[in-house]
């Protein structure tokens, strides 16, 4: 089976990794994959937003399945230009990643079918929202309304913060067409909980839960980053709440959907906040959450390639997708000065002995030799019998990546950590 992977991240090189243990995954292609995928599949320099060019390519070499993981193609359609060519897919069509593609959409769909989610009000006039501010509640969360590489959530805790993350969104154009549209919603406060799910439309079956560390410094302080590193299953997650969410969110979100004529097939990723009036919505996203995918797939027991062409046959049932009951950590290195100014260009050399463990996310290779090509450059993951032995494993190995000016966080895991001791 010649199988297609549109994206270039971490992520996607999980997802391979994953792949590639089925033996019917003859041939995998990257596109535009990365230098440090090269070993487990055959990169080509198409870009993931390039949606001619990546159904062409499809067409021409006989794709017998595609999987589509970025949110961007997502967004464009890229699952509904290949199935034209009838290629197969797994991910959603166009019009079921607009719960990623806009929170405006998102928040109204939750509004609308009493899925619990913080309260908002939505801008589309920059005065009318700084007017709002003046005696809106602090802290406020304002939100662009598009995708934004997952930094387009600011948290602002005085006024001047709010009105600056207005004016930075809605003058300023800081992430583009992205901020025509904001969201301002309450500031909800409670550990926050991943929950990967797939579903083919009627069934949904989440994965197990996962604890992303998105800002940029130890105890959660700096900037917002797309994530430094993950820790899997989240423990503020109990059976109960899981019972909750599935009773109170998730069914309720694929029939919303389908009630809406978007039938989701694919993964949904629901961004929780568990809160003292139960687990609350942040976010959707219409794809696999990277750091996330990096400690929850090395988990997965079952055959991830059969569970995506389950969902895309829609015949997704729950005894086809079995966890490991250890748990694994994943620490991120980054480029100094990530998510602002970086360099690039650094020498990066991975031990042979950990290179089953790494998930490399910005990478390129030159005469051999790889190097350093974004500002979050790899994942390292390990998976132990317990949530303290993976964290001590994750950062030991981390030790045998080097390049220059790597930034890792030191303290992933330890808020689990502390919830379990």
């Given at each position: 089976m010649k199988i297609l992977v549109v994206g270039s991240g971490g992520r996607e090189h999980a997802v391979i990794k994953k792949i590639k243990e089925n033996p019917e995954a003859s041939e995998i292609f990257a596109l535009p994959g990365n230098g440090g995928m090269e070993n487990d599949a055959e990169c080509?320099?198409?870009?993931?937003?390039?949606?001619?060019?990546?159904?062409?390519?499809?067409?021409?070499?006989s794709i017998d399945y595609a999987i589509v993981t970025p949110d961007d193609p997502l967004v464009l359609g890229c699952v509904d230009a290949l199935e034209e060519k009838g290629i197969p897919c797994f991910g959603p069509?166009?019009?079921?990643?607009?719960?990623?593609?806009?929170?405006?959409?998102?928040?109204?769909?939750?509004?609308?079918?009493?899925?619990?989610?913080?309260?908002?009000?939505?801008?589309?006039?920059?005065?009318?929202?700084?007017?709002?501010l003046k005696t809106a509640p602090l802290p406020a969360v304002i939100k662009a309304d598009g995708l934004a590489l997952g930094k387009g959530v600011i948290i602002a805790f005085t006024r001047e913060e709010a009105e600056e993350a207005v004016v930075s969104m809605m003058r300023d154009k800081k992430f583009g067409k992205s901020g025509e549209n904001i969201v301002i919603e309450e500031f909800l406060e409670g550990p926050e909980v991943s929950v990967l799910s797939f579903t083919d439309g009627k069934t949904v079956v989440p994965m197990i839960s996962s604890m992303d560390h998105k800002r940029a410094c130890d105890?959660?302080?700096?900037?917002?980053?797309?994530?430094?590193?993950?820790?899997?299953?989240?423990?503020?997650?109990?059976?109960?709440?899981?019972?909750?969410?599935?009773?109170?969110?998730?069914?309720?979100?694929?029939?919303?959907?389908?009630?809406e004529g978007r039938t989701f097939k694919g993964c949904l990723y629901f961004g929780l906040m568990i809160t003292k009036d139960g687990p609350k919505v942040i976010e959707y996203n219409c794809r696999f959450g990277d750091p996330e995918t990096q400690v929850v797939l090395p988990l997965l027991e079952s055959d991830l390639l059969n569970i995506m062409l389950s969902v895309t046959n829609e015949t997704l049932s729950a005894d086809k997708v079995r966890f490991s009951d250890k748990s694994a950590c994943c620490v991120i290195a980054?480029?100094?000065?990530?998510?602002?100014?970086?360099?690039?260009?650094?020498?990066?050399?991975?031990?042979?002995?950990?290179?089953?463990?790494?998930?490399?996310?910005?990478?390129?290779?030159?005469?051999?030799?790889?190097?350093?090509?974004?500002?979050?450059?790899?994942?390292?993951?390990?998976v132990e019998s317990t949530l303290g032995k993976a964290v001590v494993s994750a950062y030991k190995m981390m030790e045998k990546v080097s390049f220059e000016n790597k930034y890792c966080r030191s303290d992933i895991g330890k808020k689990a950590l502390s919830k379990t001791n």
């Open positions: 080509v320099n198409i870009a993931a937003t390039d949606i001619e060019g990546i159904t062409d390519f499809a067409v021409k070499n069509r166009k019009n079921a990643a607009v719960i990623e593609g806009s929170k405006v959409f998102s928040k109204e769909l939750m509004k609308k079918y009493g899925i619990p989610t913080a309260k908002y009000e939505v801008f589309s006039d920059m005065e009318k929202a700084l007017a709002y105890n959660d302080e700096g900037l917002n980053t797309g994530g430094m590193g993950t820790v899997a299953p989240n423990p503020y997650y109990t059976d109960a709440i899981a019972k909750e969410c599935m009773d109170k969110i998730f069914l309720p979100t694929i029939t919303a959907m389908n009630a980054a480029s100094k000065g990530y998510p602002l100014a970086y360099e690039k260009g650094k020498l990066l050399t991975i031990d042979e002995s950990i290179k089953e463990n790494v998930f490399v996310a910005g990478a390129v290779k030159k005469d051999g030799k790889l190097f350093t090509n974004g500002g979050r450059v790899l994942g390292v993951t390990a």
